[in-house]
């Protein structure tokens, strides 16, 4: 798959998001939902990086 935009959308970002956390597992269950997900990465994250790429159609 990848990115696969549309002939002629123009260009689309892609954001990875790789965060470096202060325990080994955050305790959340596999139906939990993203903003609980984000509030127990925002709570355990020392150190945090986005990668931005770029692609044209």
């Given at each position: 798959m990848g990115a696969?935009?549309?002939a002629g959308s123009g260009r689309r970002n892609y954001y990875i998001a790789i965060?470096?956390?202060?325990?080994?597992?955050?305790?959340?269950?596999?139906?939990?939902t993203p903003a609980?997900?984000?509030v127990n990465l925002t709570t355990h994250t020392q150190a945090r990086v986005v990668i931005t790429r770029?692609?044209?159609a």
């Open positions: 696969a935009p549309p965060h470096a956390l202060d325990v080994t597992t955050i305790g959340i269950v596999k139906d939990s609980f997900l984000s770029h692609f044209s």
